[in-house]
């Protein structure tokens, strides 16, 4: 007779094997993106229609659906103390990345280098993921690393690859009228108020947050069609960044974490959304700034592919040690 659990030292070896089941049919939808770029099914203008569709109407969806909880003090406070952690870590990354990327003598490279490190694809793969292996809780929790992360991407991240600085003034307009911070802020007065939304508005609101993970898995799926591999395999800045943003990231917020007074399912969101791999942005970005996007490209991709491996590797981690 088989027992459906084992376990390794006292280690329930589900442990290990949901997140990696989650990363493994995460893997298969971008797979199926693959395929439809392949055979011409997505086009690359189609893919960032979709990308603007998911940043802008899906997202804003899922995440005002994640805050429609009971309210209590103690979730009021750790998404406050979440705030306040993640804004170190995000100054913590940045700080770090302009001292290993430093040395890149290509100075379209050392930027691109200095973003990706600092800069998870969050929004696009991270609260998928934390909705498939934390649920709706997990990602009330991974909201403030979102806020955070687009407060910083739109004044910091552009900063880095704008020639003429633009105005404090600007940067604000540009973060305040992003729909995934407004979602945020429209979130947070349901949660706080504990309003209900009418059933005529919130059923179509879950239709769409629903599309959120297949989607945009499939969408990432067609950027790695882009991939080389006799060619973009060789380049070692290219796995010098691949290594700082997949692993060497990940372990330094692994390691702020465990001293921090969250519950594990907050830690965990946060690890989920700071493991995840380079922003697909850094291409937008480079594009915007005039750079060759082969090498963001190529970075990017081969982070997504690498990540197979090691977000499940992280969220195994996560679990023993928080």
């Given at each position: 007779?088989?027992?459906?659990?084992?376990?390794?030292?006292?280690?329930?070896?589900m442990?290990?094997?949901?997140?990696?089941?989650?990363?493994?049919?995460?893997?298969?939808?971008?797979?199926?993106?693959?395929?439809?770029?392949?055979?011409?099914?997505?086009?690359?203008?189609?893919?960032?229609?979709?990308?603007?569709?998911?940043?802008?109407?899906?997202?804003?969806?899922?995440?005002?659906?994640?805050?429609?909880?009971?309210?209590?003090?103690?979730?009021?406070?750790?998404f406050g103390v979440?705030?306040v952690?993640?804004?170190?870590?995000?100054?913590?990354?940045?700080?770090?990345?302009?001292?290993?990327?430093?040395?890149?003598?290509?100075?379209?490279?050392?930027?691109?280098?200095?973003?990706?490190?600092?800069?998870?694809?969050?929004?696009?793969?991270?609260?998928?993921?934390?909705?498939?292996?934390?649920?709706?809780?997990?990602?009330?929790?991974?909201?403030?690393?979102l806020?955070?992360?687009?407060?910083?991407?739109?004044?910091?991240?552009?900063?880095?690859?704008?020639?003429?600085?633009?105005?404090?003034?600007?940067?604000?307009?540009?973060?305040?009228?992003?729909?995934?911070?407004?979602?945020?802020?429209?979130?947070?007065?349901?949660?706080?108020?504990?309003?209900?939304?009418?059933?005529?508005?919130?059923?179509?609101?879950?239709?769409?947050?629903?599309?959120?993970?297949?989607?945009?898995?499939?969408?990432i799926?067609?950027?790695?069609?882009s991939?080389?591999?006799?060619?973009?395999?060789?380049?070692?800045?290219?796995?010098?960044?691949?290594?700082?943003?997949?692993?060497?990231?990940?372990?330094?917020?692994?390691?702020i974490?465990?001293?921090?007074p969250?519950?594990?399912?907050?830690?965990?969101?946060?690890?989920?959304m700071?493991?995840?791999p380079?922003?697909?942005?850094v291409?937008?970005?480079?594009?915007?700034?005039?750079?060759?996007?082969k090498?963001?490209?190529?970075?990017m991709?081969?982070s997504?592919?690498?990540?197979?491996?090691?977000?499940p590797?992280?969220?195994?981690?996560?679990?023993?040690?928080?």
């Amino acid at each position: 007779m088989f027992v459906s659990s084992f376990f390794i030292g006292g280690i329930n070896l589900m442990t290990f094997l949901i997140p990696t089941k989650q990363v493994v049919i995460m893997f298969i939808l971008m797979v199926i993106g693959w395929l439809c770029y392949k055979v011409k099914f997505l086009h690359e203008q189609t893919s960032k229609d979709l990308t603007k569709i998911l940043l802008y109407v899906v997202s804003p969806c899922l995440i005002i659906n994640s805050f429609k909880q009971r309210l209590t003090t103690t979730r009021l406070i750790q998404f406050g103390v979440l705030l306040v952690l993640i804004t170190f870590i995000f100054i913590f990354k940045i700080l770090v990345s302009h001292f290993l990327f430093s040395r890149i003598r290509n100075e379209q490279e050392r930027t691109v280098l200095k973003y990706a490190g600092t800069y998870t694809n969050a929004g696009f793969m991270g609260i998928p993921l934390v909705q498939a292996i934390l649920g709706s809780t997990g990602v009330f929790f991974a909201v403030p690393y979102l806020i955070c992360y687009n407060i910083f991407m739109w004044t910091h991240g552009i900063n880095m690859f704008q020639k003429n600085h633009t105005s404090l003034a600007d940067h604000f307009r540009q973060v305040s009228t992003n729909p995934n911070i407004i979602a945020a802020i429209i979130g947070l007065i349901v949660f706080i108020t504990q309003f209900k939304i009418p059933t005529l508005i919130a059923t179509p609101m879950n239709y769409i947050a629903d599309i959120n993970t297949p989607l945009s898995m499939i969408v990432i799926g067609t950027n790695l069609g882009s991939i080389n591999l006799k060619k973009d395999l060789i380049n070692p800045n290219v796995w010098f960044g691949v290594f700082v943003r997949n692993i060497f990231f990940p372990l330094c917020v692994l390691g702020i974490l465990t001293i921090t007074p969250l519950t594990q399912t907050a830690k965990l969101a946060v690890l989920i959304m700071a493991a995840c791999p380079v922003a697909g942005v850094v291409v937008l970005f480079s594009l915007m700034s005039g750079y060759d996007v082969k090498f963001p490209t190529k970075l990017m991709c081969i982070s997504t592919l690498v990540a197979v491996i090691t977000i499940p590797l992280m969220i195994c981690l996560g679990m023993l040690a928080l």
